[in-house]
């Protein structure tokens, strides 16, 4: 962990003077009630707040610290306070690495970061250097963002996928969205923990974990699934540990974990983005994408990351000319879902949408799920060979099958939880470009698009598509595996197809969030967003984190178990 320069409390101190000017801002005097707080708190890195998860022994600092991540800044805030002077972004740099210690490596021990980049303080301060002569790079100057520890850049920080295999894998590059995004000026604040190797390495796994990162927690309910893989990008935003996150997804990684820790994600369409970089799983799948607070704030990253404007400056179509389809089939059973989409689904039609249900829907291929697996797994196998080789010469490993044998002989380590099935499986398959890839990823493509989305539009009539992005987050199983309820809504069909998709926080049951899936077809990208902007303005249903320890710490589910005696 990085430690705070000497002179940042010095200068906090004189930024807690102004806290008593009648002019500051709503917004400036919640930052400046953190600045103070933070004044206070009597730690370094590794000092050892308890570990204990039980909120009674929490130490008077890290209540506080839980206490103000409601306040803490989305983006639009924070570029608002940054422009007045309120705080700069070495400031806020700082806030959040104090954050981290606490709540992260502390505390909660949400271990949703892996790694600080050492150089983030630096980074900040030379946005302030061009803030202050009047110099902007972008939206994103001076923003702290995490990057998803399977996205390499050229920070003095390995990429390791959370395995022991990359702990040496140092990038002198970055890679291609981590370089448009610090050409725009954000501060990489650090790496996120994941889902190990993008969670594709057994079908036994366990969501949020990886041998260097740990156990990632769900900061709302700690026992909870973060879901994955971009389990640590979602928590940490959600917890308010940065500003905007970075996340991948092949199949559900974007989407589910800011499903489950009630923030936006936006996975774009495949080959928007550029991939070079990041630790492959599939080529016909693969694709980076924002987890933040706000749309806005993906839409924001979305200029960045296209280097663009193309997202902001579309003239987006108010609710009232959108029609939205309701995929009732893949809604689900469960009432508590039900009632806040149903409450959510009103709160649409009531802003001037008009809603489609549409309750029937077949797969065209019988074989989809085992076609699916099947062009990962060729995918895999021959794009991560591919990766190791390039870097061999910092690497102890240098194909797939040389990473099976190192986990083997790490055993006590990087199979401690589970096991490597679809490595071992993946090493088995016939060539990327054969006949037997050919044709699986031909029906699965087919029948997630042209055949699934497109037809799902087309016939009724609608520019969208809306359904839950999933079901309830279970508890963590850290013996038998994720063991997840029966799946809701259809965001398979998006990843697949490779078309985008945005969740944004409908509600929650119980302390749990829950996220609403919006869908569209190929390229409609800034669609997505924008008419994903305009639900979530009528939403407004963005949870805090309340860091319960377990479901059972719930008010309304003390009182059901102490019963009426």
Known sequence: MTKISNSFAVRLAALAALAALAALSMLRRKILSIVLA??????????????????????????????????????QALRADLASGAVTSEDMVAIYLQRIALIDKNGPELRSVIAINPDAIEQARNSDKRRGANIQLSPLDGIPVLIKDNIET???????????????????????????????GAVILGKANLSQWANFRSSNSISGWSAVGGQVKNPHVLDRSPCGSSSGSGAAVAAGLTTLALGTETNGSIICPAHVNGVV??????????????????????????????????????????ASNRFSGIEAKPLNQIRIGVL???????????????????????????????????????????????????????????????????????????????????AEVELALFGQEHFISSAERPEAGSQEHIRALKAIQLASGQHGIDKLLKEANVDLLTAPSGPMSPPVDLINGDIWPT????????????????????GEVRGLPLGLSI?????????????????????????????????SSHSEIQTAVKGMQ
């Not at 022991?164 to 140092?170: G, H, I, T």
């Not at 080959?271 to 749309?295: E, N, W, Y």
Request: charged share 15%; proline share 6%; net charge negative.
């Open 38 to 75: 933070l004044i206070t708190m009597q730690f370094v890195a590794g000092c050892g707040e308890s570990a204990d998860t039980d909120p009674k022994n929490f130490s008077e600092n890290l209540t506080a610290a839980l206490a103000q991540t409601q306040y803490m800044p989305n983006l």
């Open 154 to 184: 050229r920070d003095p920080l390995p990429t390791t996928a959370g395995s022991s295999a990359l702990l040496n894998n140092y990038s002198q590059d970055d890679s291609a969205v981590v370089a448009r995004l610090r050409a725009a």
């Open 265 to 306: 994600g936006f996975k774009p369409t495949v080959g928007l983005l550029p991939t070079q970089g990041i630790i492959p799983i599939s080529a016909s799948q693969d694709t980076a994408g924002p987890m933040t607070k706000t749309v806005t704030g993906a839409i924001e990253m979305m200029n960045v990351l296209t």
């Open 328 to 410: 009732r089939f893949a809604e689900g059973n469960n009432p508590h879902i039900s009632r806040v989409f149903n409450e959510s689904l009103t709160k649409i039609e009531q802003a001037g949408a008009s809603l489609v249900d549409i309750y029937e829907f077949q797969l065209s291929d019988s074989n989809y799920w085992a076609n699916e697996l099947a062009t990962l797994e060729i995918e895999f196998a021959q794009s991560i060979t591919q990766f190791l080789e390039e870097r061999a010469e910092r690497l102890p490993v240098s194909s797939l099958n040389s990473l099976i044998l190192f986990n083997r002989d790490h």
């Open 487 to 506: 799946w809701v809504g259809a965001g398979y069909l998006a990843a697949i197809a490779g078309y985008p998709h945005l969740t944004i926080p409908m």
């Open 519 to 551: 869908m569209g077809a190929a390229d409609q990208d800034a669609l997505v967003l924008s008419t994903g902007r305009e639900i979530e303005a009528a939403l407004q249903s963005a949870p805090f984190p309340a860091f319960l320890v377990s479901a």
